[in-house]
């Protein structure tokens, strides 16, 4: 009798335990199903778990929003430099943001020179939920995420939605796509080591998104009025107004804060920590801007790379190498401060050639393959709709 107890008592416990497994599991695949799978019209949302597929470390990592990860060409790095190098930048992705990426990169590689692209300094607070979640839920769990979650939250983000996303997104369950199903286990790729490609065109001049006239010198036709904020309107436009009263404000103490961890986190790490940034006409990069990060790089003895300052030399024209009217680099042009980049990279930091070691090639060629089978795709879209449909 004694032992039949002993036996039903374990019987239950088994049961139980199989039954908390199979509840876990069911919820696990439930919140794999229901979170956004960004392979549409956001693929930004896919970038920072893309680097966890990495199978090669790298000399060169580069952090950073939108103007990196659209402005630099890893592969082009690569073919014509042999430099390996990878870019963790997302939309928008703030200063914090950037200084847990690296620190979450460190726990994998350690690389030779790392590049902070400088145009997140002008943003002093977390900003919105959805450039959070598409930078943050991509990220492998630990203390880093954990902390770079409680650094980014805005007002209303609880931690328990990013512990268990399935809280956030339990809603989409009615809004299921065929996406949600073919992309359940494996993701799109979006990247090529975490560069956005895109190969269309559409020139400054054809778009309204940007001002190039603050960068080329170009005459401004304005109609004078009593109140010049009085007949603007929008969003967009009020936004633009906001940048043109905020000029001249210095960057806020949480951004230079975590300038500082960055800086020193490189220090510890005996990285080469290079400050840039890239030539988009929008935001408009202010003179106090420049100003501060040029003293902040003469402080501490860093280089400082300020691609409007080169555009000669780059040959970037806004007519021709950019996608949006001027906010990024097309292919053309991302190549083109690549190549700028690259020469620095090889002749003044004595980065490595690693096109013969068959360590990297092997992995480079299949790298090189999905690049060029992107851009046929790109083009193919291009001649059939005239613009780009899936990218």
């Known amino acids: 009798m004694q032992s039949q107890n002993k036996f039903r008592t374990v019987k239950r416990v088994m049961v139980v335990f199989v039954s908390a ?29 893309e680097y966890y597929d990495e199978t090669t470390n790298h000399d060169l990592l ?8 659209e402005n630099i060409d890893p592969i082009y790095l ?26 979450d990169a460190l726990k994998y590689e350690t690389p030779k020179v790392v590049i ?69 286990w494996n993701r799109k790729k979006s990247t090529h080591n975490g560069y956005y490609m895109r190969i269309d065109v559409l020139p400054v001049s054809e778009s309204d998104v940007a001002d190039s006239s603050w960068l080329l010198g170009e005459e401004e036709e304005t109609e004078e009025i009593d109140d010049p904020w009085a007949d603007i309107a929008g969003a967009e436009e009020e936004t633009a107004i906001m940048a043109k009263r905020e000029q001249g404000k210095p960057f806020g103490n949480l951004p230079m804060e975590y300038l500082d961890k960055i800086r020193k986190l490189c220090e510890e790490n005996k990285i080469q920590l290079i400050l840039m940034k890239a030539p988009s006409l929008a935001p408009v990069w202010y ?35 950019t996608y949006d009217g001027g906010l990024h680099m097309n292919l053309s042009g991302a190549d083109k401060l690549s190549k700028y980049l690259g020469r620095v990279l090889t002749e003044e930091y004595k980065l490595a050639d690693h096109r013969k070691d068959s360590g990297y090639s ?3 060629r299949e790298k090189e393959k999905f690049y060029e089978e992107m851009i046929q795709a790109q083009q193919k879209e291009l001649d059939m709709y005239g613009e780009i449909r899936s990218y």
Request: net charge negative; aromatic share 16%; glycine share 6%.
């Open 21 to 49: 497994i199979l509840l876990l599991v069911i919820l696990a695949g439930l919140q794999r199903l229901v979170q956004p799978k960004y392979a549409g019209d956001m693929p930004e949302g896919n970038f920072t778990a």
């Open 62 to 69: 580069v952090i950073g929003d939108c103007e990196v990860y």
């Open 78 to 103: 690569w073919k014509n430099y042999g430099i390996t190098s990878y870019i963790r930048g997302n939309a928008q992705q703030l200063t914090w943001q950037s200084y847990y990426m690296l620190e």
């Open 116 to 184: 902070y692209n400088v145009q997140a300094l002008t943003y002093g607070e977390p900003q919105r939920e959805e450039y959070n979640r598409m930078t943050l839920d991509g990220m492998k769990w630990s203390m880093t995420k954990y902390n770079a979650i409680r650094s980014s939250r805005c007002e209303g983000e609880e931690m328990m939605d990013y512990i268990f996303p399935l809280l956030r997104y339990h809603s989409r369950i009615l809004d299921l796509t065929k996406e949600d199903l073919d992309y359940f």
């Open 287 to 321: 003179e106090s801007d420049e100003k501060q990060v040029v003293e902040y790089a003469e402080k501490y003895q860093l280089p400082y790379i300020n691609f409007y300052e080169h555009l000669d030399e780059t040959e970037i024209d806004y007519e021709t190498d």
């Open 362 to 364: 092997d992995a480079y």
